[in-house]
T-cell receptor
């Protein structure tokens, strides 16, 4: 049973518009949520995180929203840039420290 | 420049052979991890180590083995018992095995077994 799901395998947006990437989870014990960005032939890099006690965290163009009652989080990128084109992974961590990853969403930002 | 080095980038082996993937970090991180990624899928945890000389199985440890003799190094051996070894392997580290400690990844090793 997949505990972290990214239901959209791909997303395409126009440069300058908002990109919204979604993630759903089933385990209410998850304490911390992270987004990673991955370019082809490279390892993922940490992008932004949010604690389960918060509902929003912002870092420049990136904002993560957490809706605990719906077990849903989303990553907003505004404005989107061509360099943002990558695979984005949602990950969740329990207090035991293990990360569980979604399958990723490939974002394409068109110039 | 601190980071994680995985070598080699591409590795080819014949079926039935064991192969060892290298992972070295100079971030002074205590925890290290091995993940596997298959096409269209997320990262699945193979093994992790919180401190030197200690490691635990992850979700898909069968057919793999690891060692952690030094803080900087966490090699992964893919044995002949692993039924589907062809995959992209990622090594990662973190400051500690804590719920709020992001992972730092290497650039991966793509293993092809024929």
């Amino acid at each position: 049973d997949q505990q972290v799901k990214q239901n959209s395998p791909s997303l395409s947006v126009q440069e300058g518009r908002i990109s919204i990437l979604n993630c759903d989870y089933t385990n209410s014990m998850f304490d911390y949520f992270l987004w990673y960005k991955k370019y082809p032939a490279e390892g993922p890099t940490f992008l932004i995180s949010i604690s389960s006690i918060k509902d929003k965290n912002e870092d420049g163009r990136f904002t993560v929203f957490l809706n605990k009652s719906a077990k849903h989080l989303s990553l907003h990128i505004v404005p989107s840039q061509p360099g943002d084109s990558a695979v984005y992974f949602c990950a969740a961590i329990t207090d035991a420290g293990k990360s569980t990853f979604g399958d990723g969403t490939t974002l394409t930002v068109k110039p | 420049d601190g980071g994680i080095t995985q070598s080699p980038k591409y590795l080819f082996r014949k079926e039935g052979q064991n192969v060892t993937l290298s992972c070295e970090q100079n971030l002074n991180h205590d925890a290290m991890y091995w993940y596997r990624q298959d096409p269209g899928q997320g990262l699945r945890l193979i093994y992790y180590s919180q401190i030197v000389n200690d490691f635990q199985k992850g979700d898909i440890a069968e057919g793999y083995s690891v060692s952690r003799e030094k803080k900087e190094s966490f090699p992964l051996t893919v044995t002949s018992a692993q039924k589907n070894p062809t995959a992209f392997y990622l090594c990662a580290s973190s400051r500690g095995f804590a719920y709020n400690s992001p992972l730092h990844f290497g650039n991966g090793t793509r293993l092809t077994v024929t």
